[in-house]
């Protein structure tokens, strides 16, 4: 088994084979519930069939069966080889692209002020308070290859894209980037999404004056490096799972400053958001 070989493997087979919850299928796609991740309610982990790669969107990350194999179990190039060496795959049969797909399979139609009655009662069923999710948060109407039109709850990260969250899907129009809100203060907070973002304001019931950095995805958590060397106090609050355990300790041993792990307030809960939905 080689690099080469190794890519030749029909990537949905092998995920299917590997016993992966099947979310949703399309002509193009298919929709896993995350191998990265155990209850998840969304599935975001997708198989695009004609490329043969992978892509899950909410760590922003993905790849080749190679990659996979090596995030999933992780290993090395040489031992992921090992790995698929000890078992039989379809080969993927490579269709003849008929066009060069450069553009987006994406269009934004309109970004409005969050007015939508169905994502307001999103958000309420979530217990966010409205007015900081206005603040903060536009309504997008897009549409994907098919042309049907759909809205969700945009938040903006720094390179202009949209992480887009409704009842039924979870992604990001545009790059991945984390977001980073300035309010001058020498105190800052970091998040994992922004619905814990606004949990905390809404737990807070004002918006504190404290800067803010949201992650969009633990996988971006290197990018705040450089962005916290001069703060006197650093609070984090990410989720209480794996991601959040790395996230964490990541910043823990980068980190000069002074750092305070604040899960110890919701340790029952998956998320910041959780506690909010669920305390009495």
């Known amino acids: 088994m080689n690099c080469k070989i190794a890519k030749t493997i029909e990537m949905n087979s092998y995920i299917f084979k590997q016993g992966f919850r ?12 995350s191998p990265f991740r155990n209850n998840e309610k969304t599935p975001s982990f997708k198989i695009d069939i004609t490329k043969n790669v992978w892509y899950d969107f909410a760590e922003g990350v993905g790849g080749t069966i190679i990659d996979f194999v090596m995030k999933y179990n992780n290993c090395s190039i040489k031992e992921a080889l090992v ?14 692209q008929i066009k ?5 399979t994406y269009s934004i139609k309109k ?9 307001l009662d999103y958000l309420s069923n979530r217990k966010i308070n409205l007015k900081f999710a206005k603040k903060f948060c536009f309504q997008v109407h897009y549409s994907f ?11 903006m990260n720094d390179m202009g894209g949209l992480e ?18 300035n309010n001058n203060s020498d105190v800052v907070s970091l ?7 606004l949990s905390y304001l809404t737990l807070k019931k004002e918006i504190p004056k404290e800067n803010f950095i949201i992650l969009n995805s633990t996988s971006l ?6 962005l916290l060397d001069n703060y006197a106090l650093i609070k984090l609050f990410f989720d209480n799972d794996e991601s959040g355990n790395k996230a964490t300790d990541f910043l823990l041993e980068n980190i000069n400053s002074k750092i305070i792990d604040n899960r110890v307030y919701y340790k029952k809960h998956n998320d910041l958001n959780h506690y909010l939905a669920h305390r009495n």
């Not at 099947?22 to 519930?33: A, F, R």
């Not at 970004?111 to 994502?119: D, F, G, P, S, Y």
């Not at 887009?164 to 809100?181: A, H, Q, S, V, Y």
């Open 22 to 33: 099947v979310g949703k299928k399309t002509t193009k796609d298919v929709w896993y519930y």
């Open 83 to 96: 790995i698929l060496s000890e078992d039989t795959f379809l080969i993927h049969q490579q269709k003849k």
């Open 100 to 104: 060069n797909e450069t553009n987006p």
């Open 111 to 119: 970004v409005t002020e969050l007015t939508n009655q169905k994502l």
């Open 145 to 155: 290859s098919n042309g049907k039109e759909l809205y969700g709850i945009g938040f």
């Open 164 to 181: 887009i969250r409704n009842k039924f899907f979870k992604g990001c129009l545009g790059k991945k980037e984390i977001t980073t809100i």
């Open 191 to 197: 998040f994992e999404s922004s619905s814990d973002f």
């Open 221 to 226: 958590v290197k990018k705040t490096i450089g």
